[in-house]
Every structure is written in structure tokens, then in C-alpha cells.
């Protein structure tokens, strides 16, 4: 699955200005609010955070990979955003995220999230492009970045 599949440029942040995991789960889901991707986003908030509490989706390399199951979406949605200083994400090697991916589908629908998933950690695997990233001077170059680099 390609990630221009599911992500779009107008879902990526440059630069996410939250400084904790609850404030940044809101800011990813006001821009899906904004972009229509989302119905009810207290209800998206309230599934991503009984997840996060029974266990963080801080990841490895500074990726974190918010995502649940929830009746606030009709089909799988994906919203990215960089934190240039980094975010204390209760990460599984200890360190700051820096790149935090929301993941939201369904709760009928459990293909497109596993494969949603699974694409964005082989993606971010990758520390040039994790590198890139971080250099990128707009939300474009991001997006660019992001769905060009499985052709490479």
C-alpha cells in the first residue's frame, strides 16, 4: 500500500507546536476535523487515548503511530505531523518523537489499518528519510518525501 493511499498533503503539519502526547493527538485531529475527515473528534479522542493507555504507540527512531478503531470516521484516515524538538511520547527505546502519525478507520475494518501500519514503519525505518524529513522546509517537500520513498 502506497502512502499517498491514504495520506494527502493537506493532512501533514510542518511543524506541530504541542508540547505533550494529549496535545498533540488534539492538534493532529483538528486538522482532520478541519479537512472533513473526522465527524466527531471527542469521540476519536476518547478511542486514541483508551489505546495510548493500555499502550503507547511511541515506536523506535522517533516515530509514533497513534491509532485506534472508532465510529468518528467512515473509512481509514491518516494525519501526519513533525515536532522539531521533539515530544516525550513514551517511546520504546526512551527517546522524543519527532514524527507522530494518526491512524484512525473504522471499527468494521481491520486491512487498510494493519497495512496503514505496517507502510508507515517501513517508511520511517529509513533514517535518511527521517533525516529528510526534518530538513524539509514545508509541509510539501514532507508529503513529497513521505510518498516518493518507497520508489526509491
Same mark, same amino acid.
Given at each position: 500500500?502506497?502512502?499517498? $493511499?491514504? @495520506? +494527502?498533503?493537506?493532512?501533514?503539519?510542518?511543524s506541530?507546536?504541542?508540547?505533550n !502526547?494529549?496535545?498533540v *493527538?488534539r492538534? &493532529?485531529?483538528?486538522?482532520?476535523?478541519?479537512?472533513?475527515?473526522?465527524?466527531?473528534?471527542?469521540?476519536a479522542?476518547?478511542?486514541?487515548?483508551?489505546?495510548? $493507555?493500555? @499502550? +503507547?504507540?511511541?515506536m523506535?527512531?522517533g516515530?509514533?503511530?497513534?491509532?485506534? !478503531?472508532t465510529?468518528? *470516521?467512515k473509512? &481509514?484516515?491518516?494525519?501526519?505531523g513533525?515536532?522539531?524538538k521533539?515530544?516525550d511520547?513514551?517511546?520504546?527505546?526512551?527517546k522524543?518523537?519527532?514524527f507522530?502519525?494518526?491512524?484512525?478507520?473504522?471499527r468494521d475494518?481491520?486491512?487498510p489499518?494493519?497495512?496503514?501500519?505496517?507502510?508507515i514503519?517501513?517508511? &520511517?525505518?529509513?533514517?535518511d528519510?527521517?533525516?529528510?524529513?526534518?530538513?524539509?522546509?514545508n509541509?510539501?517537500?514532507?508529503?513529497?518525501?513521505?510518498?516518493q520513498?518507497?520508489?526509491?
Amino acid at each position: 500500500m502506497d502512502i499517498s $493511499n491514504f @495520506l +494527502s498533503e493537506k493532512s501533514v503539519i510542518y511543524s506541530l507546536k504541542s508540547q505533550n !502526547k494529549k496535545q498533540v *493527538v488534539r492538534e &493532529l485531529l483538528a486538522l482532520m476535523a478541519d479537512n472533513g475527515l473526522v465527524n466527531d473528534s471527542d469521540l476519536a479522542f476518547s478511542d486514541i487515548m483508551s489505546r495510548e $493507555n493500555h @499502550l +503507547s504507540t511511541g515506536m523506535e527512531n522517533g516515530l509514533a503511530i497513534p491509532h485506534a !478503531k472508532t465510529d468518528a *470516521v467512515k473509512k &481509514l484516515v491518516v494525519a501526519f505531523g513533525v515536532h522539531r524538538k521533539g515530544l516525550d511520547y513514551d517511546s520504546l527505546d526512551g527517546k522524543p518523537a519527532h514524527f507522530i502519525f494518526l491512524v484512525l478507520s473504522p471499527r468494521d475494518t481491520s486491512g487498510p489499518h494493519i497495512q496503514a501500519l505496517a507502510q508507515i514503519s517501513r517508511t &520511517l525505518k529509513n533514517s535518511d528519510i527521517r533525516s529528510e524529513i526534518l530538513q524539509a522546509q514545508n509541509a510539501q517537500h514532507i508529503f513529497q518525501l513521505l510518498t516518493q520513498s518507497h520508489k526509491a
